[in-house]
C-alpha cells in the first residue's frame, strides 16, 4: 500500500449518494466509482440514475436503486432504507445531496414551495440519517470511521440576492442540524461534515446562467469561475478518506 493509498484509498467502500443521477451527486459519485468504491446512486426518477449508473459502470461499480428515491417522503425513505439493508450490511459513506429550491416574490411565495423546499432539505436529510445509522454504525470503528456527508450550500451563511427564501433558510438549517448530529454520533464512531458549494452549473442553476452569463455570476467569486465536477468530488472523497477520519462538524466552502 502506498502512501496515497493509506491516507486517500477508497477502494472497497460501500456509498450512497442521494440525488446522484445528475450534477452534483454525480460528479460525486463518479469519484467514488473511479477510486474503487461499490457506489449506490438514488433520486425521484430512477430512470436517470440507471442511465447514470450505466455510464459509470465503465469504470467500476455503480448500481442504481430501482425505487424513486423521494428523500421528502416517509414512503420513498423507506424505500432507499430497505433496498440499502437487503444489498448491504454496512454503509461506510452517506452523501446527502438530494436537494430542492423555490423562487418567487416574496408577496406570492407559496407555501407548498416552502414546505417542498423544507421537506427535502431539512426533515428528509435528519430522517434518513436516522434510519440509515444502523448500516453506518456497522462499518464504523474508532480509527476508521462511517462518513455522512451533506451538500449545503453558501446560501446558508450569506445573503442571496434570489428570491429564494426557503432555499437559504432550509440550507442554513441543515449546517446547524449537521453540526448537531456531529456530536451526538461521535461517540458512534462517525461523521457528520458538510460541502457548502457555491454556484455549480447544474439544472437548478442554468437559468441563471442562461439569463445573465457565466462572467457576471463569477464576477464577485475570488477565484472568477463556478465550482467545477472535480472540486465537489474531490472535497468529498478527501471527507470520505482516512485523513479526514478525525474531522467532523466542519462546514467546508
Excluded at 416574490?105 to 423546499?117: F, N
Excluded at 431539512?122 to 430522517?127: A, Q, T, Y
Aim: hydrophobic share 45%.
Amino acid at each position: 500500500m502506498t502512501i496515497l493509498e493509506q491516507y486517500f484509498g477508497l477502494a472497497g467502500k460501500t456509498v450512497l449518494v442521494t440525488g446522484g443521477g445528475r450534477g452534483i451527486g454525480e460528479s460525486i459519485a463518479e469519484g467514488f466509482v473511479k477510486a474503487g468504491a461499490k457506489v449506490y446512486i438514488c433520486s425521484r426518477k430512477p430512470e436517470t440514475c440507471a442511465a447514470t449508473a450505466e455510464r459509470l459502470s465503465a469504470f467500476g461499480t455503480c448500481i442504481a436503486l430501482p425505487v424513486p428515491g423521494d428523500i421528502s417522503s416517509a414512503e420513498g425513505r423507506a424505500a432507499i432504507v430497505a433496498e440499502m439493508t437487503s444489498r448491504e450490511s454496512s454503509l461506510d459513506v452517506l452523501i446527502n445531496n438530494a436537494g430542492a429550491l423555490w423562487a418567487a416574490p416574496l408577496a406570492e411565495y407559496p407555501e407548498s414551495g416552502w414546505d417542498k423546499v423544507f421537506d427535502l432539505n431539512v426533515k428528509g436529510l435528519f430522517f434518513l440519517i436516522r434510519d440509515l445509522v444502523p448500516l453506518l454504525e456497522a462499518a464504523a470503528t474508532r480509527e476508521t470511521p462511517a462518513r455522512i456527508i451533506n451538500i449545503g450550500s453558501i446560501d446558508g451563511f450569506h445573503i442571496p440576492k434570489h428570491e429564494t427564501y426557503a432555499y437559504s433558510s432550509s440550507k442554513a438549517a441543515s449546517h446547524q442540524l449537521s453540526i448537531h448530529l456531529a456530536d451526538q454520533l461521535a461517540g458512534r464512531n462517525i461523521t457528520v461534515n458538510v460541502i457548502a458549494p457555491g454556484m455549480f452549473p447544474s439544472k437548478m442553476m442554468q437559468g441563471t446562467l442562461d439569463r445573465v452569463g457565466e462572467d457576471k455570476v463569477t464576477e464577485k467569486v475570488p477565484m472568477r469561475r463556478l465550482t467545477g465536477p472535480d472540486d465537489m468530488a474531490g472535497t468529498a472523497m478527501f471527507l470520505a478518506s482516512h485523513a479526514a477520519s478525525y474531522i467532523t462538524g466542519v462546514v467546508l466552502p
